[in-house]
């Protein structure tokens, strides 16, 4: 294992939390991201989750977010590849038809549940279409109340385009990265910690790198100066890949450039990353994760948390038609299983 000085100063200054509190979040942090299984992300906020219903033709509303959710979650077999369920706050509070409530149907499941608690992105003043995202305020009182309701996650997105990142950008991203995970592990939640750099347009490998690089560095920094114990968080980073227009690179070619990236950047008190799909197609993401894995030697646990690559198929299968419910949760279970054997 590699030992940075970064981590050797988190170890040391750890101050928030109890040893108790601690391991417990390191605990679930390795459930979530070890033993094969990762991430399912089903947390697309009302209008997103809408307007992925509607381009299928399926009129959107609060009773078909909620029956589309309730298919994937109880899709038989799900628990064998899916650790944890990322879920919107209207999800969170919703029931499933047999009355439990989301959180405690996962948790019987054997999943754990989690809460996206960001509310989204707004353009950064003066820093060309750069986006900071939101949702602090209050933030402290909302996690003890999806504590209190059974969370064992939580989920912030920040979100970096390669033409518009610089290291202000960064850095204001990266400190709402770690006032956020620092709240949440005063209140006993493992913190998803998800810089994403977006992979639409026609970049090099080389600028995902450099734009990788620089937003890892800046969070690692600044979850360091918030206290955060890396013990007790997982990282959601985007795969180091050329832009969506650009011409395609081996598998072997992205697990490598993402390896360096991440290895450069992330230290090995992390237990685990998992990675966002990004809108990449769910074989190239399977491949791409397949070939990480096959890396000896990896300091941390390494895993899927995807959204898109996982759920896009079945949503199309669905299409909101109740005797479609068992093929579009094959497809599920089926991309679970890629993305798992990778
Ligand atoms: P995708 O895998 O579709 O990118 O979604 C993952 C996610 O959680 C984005 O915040």
């Not at 970064?6 to 991201?33: F, I, K, V, Y």
């Not at 992300?41 to 809408?50: F, G, L, R, V």
């Not at 064998?80 to 990322?86: P, T, W």
């Not at 209050?138 to 989920?155: E, I, M, Q």
Request: aromatic share 6%.
């Amino acid at each position: 294992m590699r030992t940075t000085g970064r981590r050797r100063r988190n170890l040391e200054g750890m101050t928030t939390t109890t040893p108790t509190e601690m391991s417990t979040l390191a605990e679930t942090a390795r459930q979530m991201t070890s033993g094969g299984r990762g991430v399912l992300a089903a947390d697309e906020s009302i209008k997103t989750m809408s307007a992925r219903l509607e381009a299928e033709g399926i009129p959107a509303g609060d009773v078909t977010r909620r029956d589309y959710r309730e298919l994937l979650l109880t899709a038989d077999g799900l628990p064998d590849s899916v650790s944890g369920i990322i879920l919107s706050d209207e999800t969170f509070g919703q029931e499933l038809s047999d009355g439990r409530p989301f959180p405690l149907a996962a948790r019987e499941l054997g999943i754990l549940p989690g809460i996206k608690v960001d509310t989204g992105t707004t353009p950064l003043p003066g820093q060309g279409g750069a986006l900071i995202t939101e949702g602090l305020d209050r933030l402290g009182t909302r996690l003890a109340s999806y504590a209190g309701r059974g969370a064992a996650f939580a989920k912030w997105r920040a979100v970096f385009d390669v033409t518009t990142t610089n290291s202000y950008v960064a850095r204001a991203n990266a400190h709402a990265l770690a006032r956020y995970a620092a709240l949440c592990q005063e209140h006993g939640i493992v913190p998803i910690v998800e810089p994403e750099v977006l992979c639409n347009g026609d970049h090099a490998l080389a600028v995902s790198a450099e734009t990788t690089g620089l937003a890892l560095a800046s969070v690692f920094e600044e979850l360091d100066r918030a206290g955060v114990d890396l013990t007790g968080i997982v990282l959601k980073p985007n795969f180091v890949t050329p832009g969506l227009d650009a011409p395609a690179i081996p598998a072997g070619d992205v697990a490598a450039a993402t390896y360096e990236v991440l290895l450069d950047t992330v230290p090995a008190a992390v237990p685990g990353i998992a990675f966002l799909s990004g809108g990449h197609p769910t074989a190239d993401v399977c491949a791409f994760l397949s070939d990480l894995i096959a890396i000896p030697e990896r300091p941390w646990h390494v895993t899927f948390s995807f959204g898109r690559a996982l759920v896009s198929d079945a949503l199309r299968t669905w299409a909101g038609a109740p005797a479609n419910v068992a093929a579009a949760q094959q497809r599920l279970l089926d991309n679970c299983r890629s993305a798992q054997s990778s």
